[in-house]
């Protein structure tokens, strides 16, 4: 594609809430009040602290900017255009590091990486993004992020469909230049877990030291299965177990927690992004990650497909969310 067909991702970056106007600049996303009021109280009488320990929360949320989703696909071709470098985030762990003081709480996981994964998509899966966390550092490593492209709808309807859902976040545009079919998006997400050393075609099985994180059963239990079937090919043998971040949440904080958002507010992690865009829902739900990590917290598969069926999933946790 060239420079000249190629539009800028329009993302909306306005969500604010009336608390985050009165302390922060336009730039501010959705920051839960909660966290707002903590900040600016501890900003006046521990300043010094909060510099070193981490940046501010305007520093944080500032100098946040939405990531070129070209650049997600590997498409972007803007790379030398600084204009556009200052635009879009082209760093996948940006804002995605715990500080020193995080690290040294981080316990020892049963995996060598997590692959948090949120999809996007009720009829048909349209987005898949998985954000790929090293559980020595928790730092994020790599992105796979691609749009998908329904295999048995009309392209009218795929058009309302994209319309609605991303028209209004901005980004139907790169929806619509870079999604593929579902079968196409699992062939390079294989290629991708294969040169990360997480999983070859000739083994098959699970995955290598490696789980997939969640929030909720949905993604894994329900969704994946549906779309296989839809795409006609086999569920791929490494779905077979994963983490339901919720139901970690439960046992560990010994709260119910609802959702991405609940668990966000509670931590008073600042969510940034445009909530219901997978790429930014996966990033945030590996910062709630990265939180409970550093809190102590041990994750460890809750979900397992029992047999080869795709139905029967038997839950490894006796207190869990339904
Ligand atoms: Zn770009």
């Known amino acids: ?52 320990d981490s940046p501010s929360l305007k520093e944080y949320t500032t100098r946040w ?42 316990r020892s996981q049963n995996f060598d990486f997590f692959l948090v994964l949120d999809l996007e998509g009720k009829v048909e899966i349209l987005e898949f993004p998985v954000v790929l966390v090293n559980t020595k550092t928790m730092d994020v490593v790599d992105l796979f992020h691609r749009f998908v492209r329904p295999s048995e709808m009309s392209e009218q309807r795929i058009n309302e469909y994209i319309d609605g859902k991303y028209g209004k976040l901005g980004v139907d545009g790169v929806w619509h230049d870079t999604a593929i079919p579902f079968t196409e998006v699992i062939e390079q997400f294989e290629a991708w877990l294969s040169h990360h050393h997480l999983w070859k075609r000739e083994v098959g099985g699970p995955l290598d030291q490696a789980a997939f994180v969640t929030c909720g059963n949905w ?47 509670e931590l008073q992690i600042p969510s940034l ?36 069926s795709t139905e029967n999933v038997e839950f490894l946790f006796k207190n869990r969310i339904r």
């Open 273 to 308: 992004g445009s909530h219901h865009l997978g790429i930014d829902d996966a990033k945030n739900i590996a910062r709630v990650l990265q939180h409970m990590v550093a809190d102590g917290a041990l994750v460890q598969i809750t979900a397992r497909r029992t047999s080869n």
């Open 219 to 265: 993604d894994l239990k329900t969704k994946v299965p549906q779309q296989c079937s839809v795409a006609k090919m086999k569920l791929p043998p490494y779905f077979v177990e994963w983490i339901n971040l919720k139901d970690v949440y439960l046992n560990f904080y010994k709260r119910r927690a609802t959702g991405m958002m609940t668990m966000m507010k």
């Open 1 to 52: 594609m060239g420079k000249a067909a190629m539009a800028f991702p329009r993302i909306s970056l306005f969500r604010i809430s009336p608390l985050s106007l009165i302390s922060l600049s336009p730039l501010t996303l959705s920051v839960s009040p909660v966290r707002t009021l903590r900040l600016s109280a501890s900003l006046s009488t521990d300043q010094h602290q909060q510099q070193q």
């Open 65 to 106: 900017k939405p990531m070129c989703l070209y650049h997600t696909h590997g498409k972007c071709t803007m790379m030398d255009d600084p204009i556009h470098l200052e635009r879009f985030n082209h760093n996948f762990s940006e804002k995605l590091r715990l500080n020193g003081m995080e690290l040294k709480r981080v």
